[in-house]
Structures are given as structure tokens and as C-alpha cells.
């Protein structure tokens, strides 16, 4: 039964390939894409492209579709060997940014299509492939961190296994995760609020106001989930902890040694002296 599901929920994804592909939408950004990093390039009206900042992680994009008539109808614009400045080139996606409306190219290595932003909200043991063995992943010697943003891709959602793409040390990496649900938030403010924390984590030691400022952002945000919260309530609180509670004094009160009996009291006995018959009437020792 499940393996049936597998193949209905296939089916549906390559049906609905299928009626995009008969849609007549040539060169216009409908792919859904996420730019993992990298820097945001900008083309002016001769073609030349100038840097103009950067993604931020995990952006969620739409990818132009390729006009070239001998492309597949699901590949992405793409500028080979762009010249991006410094004497560097590149392969460069068309990509539409919708949070500031505009068009722009990022690098190809580093956009991810058919795929949505996730924030995996605990960590996942990874595999680069499938197999029928139950114990792949915890025999996994590869795992995603926690509260890490990563792509989700559209093509590679089943119901016991989720396709991901992340960056792993700067460099594009894609497996297979247990279908982490739920474990993994779809939420922009989870999303936003791990960037700020990231870019909190990124800033010098004695930078302490621009931490503050960054993890107060993050915490204002509205919808945020509980694990999410937890990791920029923890680094906010390190930032300013809490004063010390006062030490209240404390008095010591020693019992008396009740087995240690004083000489010279007139309430004690002096054994050796009672037993040499030194005294006849040790109570009245001392009057």
C-alpha cells in the first residue's frame, strides 16, 4: 500500500510537469526556485552585469524558463560563462526576486529549481541515495545541523523520504532525508530568524549592539516556532545575562559532641580521680 501511495504521489507531480509543459509560457519566471547563497548580479541595458549585493540564504525565487527552442521546457535561463568582473566568469541563472521585484542572475551552482525553503528544525542523518536497507540512515556518516535552511526539492517530496539540496562548507550537496515532518518548518519568520541569528554568529566579539540588535529582530518576529525561538532566546540571554542572586547569610549552628564530657564542671565526674578515691563526693567538686 505503501509503495502504491509512492507511485500516485509520483504520478500527480510528473501529470502536473506534463500540463506545464503543454502551457504556452515561453521565457517568464515561473520556477520555483531557492538561491542557498551567493552573490546577486544585475544587467544593464548593454548586457554587462555589475554585482548588487547579495542573496539572502535560502531565498526563495522564481527561475525565468529558457527561451532556447533545443532546451527541455523545465530548464532554466541560463548565461554561460557570464563575465562578472576581476577577470572571473560564471554560470548564471535568470532568476525574479520577489521580495524586491526585480530581476537579477545568481550562480547557477548555487540555485536550487522546483524547490521551496525548509528549516529543518533538528538534525537529520542524510543519505545520497535510496536503498530497500532500513538502517540507511542510522548508518548515515553524513548529517544536516539543525536549524539549518535548506531546499526542499518539489520532484523529490515522498511520503517516507524528503529530496533536499544544503550547503555544506560553501559547496552544493543533495540526498535523501526520513520525511522529517515535523520536524521541518515551512514558516518565512523561522526562515528569517535563523538568517538573523546567522548573521549574529558571523559578527566579531566585541560587536555586542549589533549582536543585540539582530537576535531583538528575530525575536519580534511573529509565528516563530518553539525550537526556532529557543536557539535566539539562548544567544540573546548570553549577550546579557542575568545578574548574579545575592549569597544570603547563613548561620552555621554546630550541636553539641554529646559523647565528649567536660572536666572540671561542677556538673562533671573526673573518672580517674573518682576511681583513685581521690573524691568522696565528686558533686560537690567546685563548691
Known sequence: MRTLRRIALCAAVLCAAGCRKNSDMPHVPSIPSVVLAGERFSQDETGGLTESGAFAQGASVLAYLSADADAPYSAAEVLRGADIGGGETA??????????????WAREGLVV??????????ERPVVGALSDDPAQFSDADAAVPAHTIVAAHHNGMMLDYLQISWLDGGELRTGFIENPHPSFSTSGSDAQAVRLYQETCALAEGEKAAKKSLLDRALALDGLSPS??????????????????PMTAQVRLRAPDLRTVRTGSRYGVNMGELLSGG?????AKGN
Not at 573524691?279 to 558533686?283: A, I, R, S
Open 91 to 104: 554560470d548564471l541563472v535568470h532568476v525574479f526576486s520577489p521580495d524586491g521585484g526585480t530581476d537579477c
Open 228 to 245: 526556532v525561538r529557543r536557539l535566539v532566546q539562548d544567544a540573546r540571554t548570553a549577550l546579557d545575562p542575568p545578574p548574579p542572586r
Open 113 to 122: 529549481l522546483n524547490a521551496s525553503p525548509v528549516v529543518l528544525l533538528e
Open 279 to 283: 573524691t568522696e563526693d565528686p558533686w
